[in-house]
């Protein structure tokens, strides 16, 4: 079982992906936003890439009866008009159960989207990664972990929560894993920063830009491991459980 | 003082690191063999990027009267015909006083080369990464580790050298330094291993090649922390102290 890692959702191509596992990673905060909303019953999220797309898609799934919730940032900011930012803590402040969220983001739908073109396209987090290890581990299938990245640069805690499931799936150690080298130190890293996550990623560029925009509590919730057991798919356009 | 890193002599563009200052490394094993020569007594290293220029730049200053050997390897093997491989261990073994050294390897000359258009390009590694730190302190201009990669592929060793230099250099603490979080990845990962280099990565790709063909002492001998205070400097073609 092979295990790799692609940095920036620009880097990720489909001939990488053909016949294996990917696992979208934008662990400040899309992915994990899309694992809290379907935790809190939402039916569905559907990841777009533009503002004008979430908006004609509200129109549509309405017309057909859906109830739908547009949500999405721009600078890490709430979109204005939209029913809910990016923040997964305001997630879980609303009622969900059976609703339709419509997600724009930044990076994080940008590694879904890429990671089109791959068997199976897992969502992956700090809060869920032991679960998706217990997925991969099932599957036995090649793993390519897509981090989303940040506006088109490294990003320190998709490369580290990459680390952190790769972390699990090593310790489960039923299958002999051929790790790439990049993911050996993203593995070693979590497991040396893993008591202290939030301190750790506070000195990264995207955890200073939370702090400094008003978010310093998602933070801490998007670096609580392993506080969610699912393990959503996307498939044909549509995340779900 | 900024800081980053380029994972691969692929990646860097001359416009990535005008008026600053490149650290071309190449730990397993070109750049600890060029500082290895150096330390041994040799006038220069000259790297070249063919085996067929290697063996025309040996004529030509052969018949200037200049005592030359030629180095090199393919494949991690010493190149037939010519005088060295490229295990630093080999030259420690040689009368290199006065001589000049061609060499030409698989991935550390280009790293060398690809740094041109740099404003200065130092020559770094585990066993001198101190006193590179000094160096760069010292200068103050804003630095691009170049890692040589592996094969165009990441390469766990130079990224962790790269590591080590920033620790040294956040250790003086004399100057604000501006690190880039693929660089903050690097220096936490060398904290982390630092106790057990050889270790750790032997446990890389490249690490295994070594021990397969016959060169295990050669991991240590790279892995030897500040085994050296020198720091070579490529200056219009020629490696000098």
């Known amino acids: ?25 934008d662990a400040f905060r899309a992915t994990t936003t899309v694992i809290t909303a379907l935790e809190k019953g939402c039916r569905a999220v559907i990841p777009v890439l533009s503002v004008e797309e979430a908006e004609k898609k509200r129109e549509e799934l309405s017309a057909l009866g859906d ?6 940032e721009r ?52 809060i869920n990664c032991r679960a998706v290890a217990e997925v991969l581990a099932s599957k036995g299938e090649d793993v390519v972990f897509v981090c989303a990245g940040r506006l088109g640069e490294f990003s320190l805690e998709d490369f580290l929560a990459a680390g952190a499931v790769t972390h699990y799936l090593k310790k489960r150690a039923e299958r002999s894993l051929e790790i790439s080298d990049l993911l050996i130190a993203a593995e070693k890293l ?9 301190g750790f990623l506070g000195t990264g560029k995207h955890g200073k830009y939370l702090r400094e925009i008003g978010f310093p509590q998602d933070i801490d919730h998007c ?9 959503p798919e996307y498939i044909n356009g549509v995340v779900k459980i």
Do not use: W
């Open 190 to 198: 979590f497991q040396c920063t893993k008591e202290d996550l939030p």
């Open 67 to 72: 109830e739908v919730l547009i949500a999405g």
């Open 223 to 231: 670096c609580a491991l392993n506080t969610s057991d699912i393990v």
């Open 1 to 25: 079982m092979k295990l790799d890692v692609v940095l920036r959702a620009e880097d990720v191509s489909p001939e990488n992906l053909k016949g294996k596992t990917a696992v979208a990673i």
């Open 75 to 126: 600078k890490g900011l709430k979109i204005p008009g939209f029913d809910l930012g990016n923040s997964p803590r305001e997630f879980k402040e609303v009622f969900l159960k059976n609703k339709i969220i419509i997600l724009t983001t930044s990076n994080g739908t940008r590694a879904i989207h890429g990671s089109e073109g791959a068997e199976r396209i897992l969502i992956g987090a700090f």
